[in-house]
């Protein structure tokens, strides 16, 4: 039998969903990358949709070329309906322009 406490701390638990996505961008390209991700309010379009309750670029210090992208999404499907919005295409262009590799990690986890 399940007691109160238990039962309480399940139904608190949620499932959410992590990125993390490393670009490397074209040689001397990242900050001008960043700069049209900004410019097309990509990042803050991002963090305001539905779901998604963190989306935020990071620069490595020893690695000039590459991007880290953290992403949390209160679930699979928030971020499958972020990757069919008018701002997620606009990304996609963008990396056509200067990316030069995705490296991808995807991860579920429980949260209280």
Known sequence: M???????IKENMKEMFLINVTYTVKEGKRDEFYQKLCDKEIIKKSRNEEGNLKYDYYF????????????????????????????????????????????????TCNSI
């Not at 399940?2 to 309480?8: F, G, L, N, W």
């Not at 008018?86 to 030069?100: G, M, R």
Request: net charge negative; aromatic share 8%; hydrophobic share 40%.
């Open 60 to 107: 490595p210090v020893d690695n000039a070329n590459d991007i880290l992208l953290l992403e949390i999404w209160t679930n699979v499907t928030a971020q499958q309906i972020h990757s069919e919005t008018p701002h997620f295409l606009e990304l996609q262009e963008l990396k056509k322009q200067y990316i030069l590799n995705v490296k991808i990690e995807k991860f």
């Open 2 to 8: 399940i007691d109160k406490e238990s039962a309480t």
